[in-house]
């Protein structure tokens, strides 16, 4: 675990103040209460849940009754909703306050799947700039104490951009910060982050912290994204896949920042890389409360904690099939535990990055920056009675 220097910048939202300035981004199947557990292991920061549907929330499903349980050591408790009707954002924010589940509420309204914006969900919503107005004052309201915050893209594509206009509409409610995913819903993953829109927004929101999303692989990205656009602190989210031990590193990027002084980045072995598998997986099992769960979950990791490594590819292929957790151990005790860390091929972009893409909206969405009645009727469509996305 990594030690705090006393200098390190902090960030407060709301009430919170967080001794760095670091936020893990909500990513769907992966920001469970066991990765975010194992992050918190190696650093400071604010620690999101997966993405929740508010519909889901309030009809009180398993897998969301499920997704927003939090250890007993995870503290404050951050959970992320996603919602297109103002009564029901407003019933599954009220529900988390009264029944004291979370200590910060964020909204998500940069989701780029298809299957969320061709309903006028996600990222397509704040173009309709009323509705997405309503939702975030009246959950704002229904939060009352609870820090209430927003996270959003730039806008649908280039030409139809909604980041500055909802930025001060949010800022407007009352929202506790403000998160900016440098990318449109077009861009998807692909090509560069667009850190001067952070910027931007930062210079316009005038009484809200701003929080930049996109391209942090490393401390040093970090502390290059606030020097550049001024923002109030970082959104991590593609970048700690497989790399729980970033975490650490933004920690002392940051306190070498303010004390004017490098510092060494995090460049674990093999063995390292393997027991930090192994406690991932522990973790789930904890969570999932069964073994066989728990390691068809980590399968989906292997890949990103061995990128770089020679491992061998049985080894690869047999551990992307690990069955049990003794399995597990025989298959990692056949690594070389002392083979060193492979430096840049370790290192940038993971995960699937996708290319530009047409994004996927209800008809004649763009004619109107207004709600019709035929779109409100596609829109009782969007909120998916499941989690993720």
Request: aromatic share 6%; charged share 25%; glycine share 10%.
């Amino acid at each position: 675990m990594t030690t705090l220097a006393a200098t390190a910048p902090r960030l407060q939202i709301g009430p919170i103040k967080l001794d760095v300035p670091v936020v893990l981004a909500p990513m769907a199947g992966i920001t469970n209460t066991a990765f975010r557990r194992l992050c918190r292991e190696f650093g400071a920061g604010l620690y999101v849940s997966e993405m929740i549907t508010s519909r889901a929330l309030v009809e009180r499903t398993p897998t969301s009754m499920r997704l927003i349980q939090h250890h007993e050591s995870e503290t404050p408790r951050s959970i992320q909703l996603y919602g297109v009707d103002p009564k029901t954002v407003s019933e599954a924010v009220t529900m988390l306050v009264a029944e004291d589940r979370a200590d910060h509420i964020d909204l998500n309204f940069g989701c780029p799947v298809a299957k969320v914006t061709r309903k006028g969900g996600g990222s397509a919503l704040p173009w309709k700039h009323t509705l997405f107005r309503e939702i975030v004052e009246g959950a704002v309201k229904a939060a009352g104490d609870i820090p209430l915050t927003v996270k959003m893209r730039k806008g649908i594509d280039d030409d139809h951009l909604t980041y500055l206009e909802a930025g001060r509409a949010a800022e407007g409610a009352g929202v506790a910060s403000i998160a900016l995913h440098a990318r449109t819903a077009a861009d998807y993953y692909s090509g560069k982050a667009d850190w001067s829109a952070i910027a931007t927004l930062k210079q316009a929101i005038t009484s809200t912290p701003v929080l930049g999303n996109g391209d942090i692989w490393s401390g040093a990205d970090a502390v290059r994204m606030m020097d550049e656009t001024g923002c109030d602190g970082v959104v991590v989210g593609r970048g700690c896949l497989g790399r729980p031990w970033l975490f650490g590193d933004l920690v002392n990027a940051f306190a070498a920042r303010e004390n004017g002084e490098s510092y060494d980045t995090a460049q674990p072995d093999v063995g390292t890389v393997a027991r930090t598998l192994r406690r991932h997986t522990e973790l789930l099992v904890e969570f999932l409360d069964s073994e066989e769960w728990a390691c068809r979950d980590i399968r989906k990791h292997i890949a990103w904690y061995f990128k770089g490594y020679s491992v061998g590819s049985d080894i690869r292929a047999s551990l992307g099939l690990v069955e049990s957790l003794q399995q597990m151990d025989d298959l990692l005790g056949r690594l070389d535990w002392d083979q060193p860390y492979p430096g840049e091929a370790a290192e940038g972009p993971r995960g699937r990055a996708g290319s530009p893409k047409r994004v996927a909206l209800p008809d004649r969405w763009l004619e109107s920056r207004e709600l019709g009645e035929a779109h409100r009727a596609e829109l009782s469509q969007a909120e998916l009675s499941t989690s993720g996305g």
